[in-house]
């Protein structure tokens, strides 16, 4: 079993990664580590590590790219020695989220986007388009059992309750676009709503942070009918996934990488008057037809969004012969990604960034000014 193990190659997993942990980014990371550890040696890296990956003639690299240049994803890129270089990580339209990665697609044979349909569908008339040769679409899984069906009952008609659950940090999606929320809940009744997270809105019920599988927030969350997300550029947020699961219908944008599911509410960033219908509406709409939404999302989840099926894309584009071209910008698209990357909250030198790249590297800064 020892001289086999020493035949295969090495792939090197750029990802958090923890498996007592059951949330992402470590869900997804695990998730990565489940689907190579059989064909391949593993190795694993924080994504804000400093160091650089010197790999052996063959390996493989995967991971997600930090926006910070210097970090290990981006550093170990250009060795000659790797057989195949994978970037994995959450995708939209968003330019100052995503600008960063101009240079860094390029350099690898795929680009497994974890996004919804929904930004997938647009990528050819997007400014990202001459990644498209690259990129396969990748849904998130979910583990079920961690979040397992509460709602059994929802709330009775005009007193159905919103719950709004997320963060907007400029380093993690700083486009969920809570004014818009706001405006919502303003026009519509403040009362029908809460938040859960780090944002507040005056007058509106604020629980703060909630342990999503603690039995507290489970009830909390149970007296909620709907889920409320109004972000304009989000890749495909679990929080809609989780959700579903516990049994709560999904009130979102379709920027949420969810759209035309008739079990899911899309409202419009565009048409406010349209989305206040929509919310009136589902305070009146008969129970039974919830009902109904409930089981379609449950089959919807089984049918999609399985850890199962994460792992074996994973797997068989990871073991997939790299057949794809070179891609070459036009003047407009640097000028574009240059543009994008100095306006971008996730620009490396942005100081929350910073200050978690140095956090996670305490020990090699230490052993440098020390030398």
Request: charged residues 25%.
């Amino acid at each position: 079993m020892l001289m086999k193990d020493n035949l295969k190659k090495t792939a090197h997993i750029v990802y958090p990664f923890d498996l007592s942990k059951n949330i992402n980014p470590w869900s997804i990371g695990n998730n990565i580590y489940k689907a190579l550890k059989n064909n391949f040696n593993i190795k694993l890296y924080n994504w804000t590590s400093l160091a650089k990956i010197n790999p052996n003639n063959g390996d493989i690299l995967i991971g997600h790219a930090h926006s910070n240049p210097y970090t290990i994803f981006r550093r170990s890129l250009k060795s000659k020695k790797w057989k195949k270089k994978i970037l994995i990580q959450p995708y939209n339209e968003d330019p100052l989220q995503i600008s960063y990665l101009y240079d860094v697609v390029p350099q690898c044979d795929f680009f497994l986007a974890i996004c919804g349909k929904y930004w997938f569908k647009r990528l050819p008339t997007s400014n990202f388009k001459s990644w498209k040769k690259k990129m396969f679409q990748l849904d998130l899984g979910l583990d079920r059992n961690q979040y397992p069906f509460i709602k059994k009952k929802f709330n009775s008609k005009n007193k159905r309750k919103f719950i709004y659950i997320g963060n907007d940090y400029a380093y993690n999606n700083f486009a969920k676009n809570i004014n818009f929320l706001k405006k919502i809940c303003d026009k519509v009744g403040k009362s029908q709503f809460s938040t859960a997270g780090n944002r507040s809105l005056e007058g509106v019920k604020h629980f703060g942070w909630l342990d999503l599988q603690n039995k507290k927030s489970i009830k909390i969350i149970k007296n909620h009918d709907f889920l409320i997300q109004t972000s304009k550029f989000d890749a495909n947020p679990t929080v809609v996934l989780e959700s579903m699961s516990w049994g709560l219908i999904p009130v979102i944008t379709k920027e949420c990488g969810y759209p035309n599911i008739k079990s899911i509410m899309n409202i419009s960033l565009n048409d406010f008057s349209k989305t206040v219908k929509t919310i009136n509406r589902l305070q009146k709409i008969d129970t039974k037809i919830l009902l109904k939404y409930q089981k379609k999302n449950n089959v919807y989840l089984k049918r999609k969004h399985e850890w199962s099926i994460f792992r074996k894309k994973i797997k068989n584009i990871v073991l997939k012969k790299s057949t794809t071209s070179p891609i070459k910008y036009t003047p407009n698209e640097i000028k574009f990604f240059n543009k994008s990357i100095l306006k971008s909250p996730n620009y490396f030198l942005n100081y929350d960034m910073l200050f978690l790249v140095l956090k996670s590297n305490i020990k090699i800064l230490l052993n440098f000014f020390l030398k």
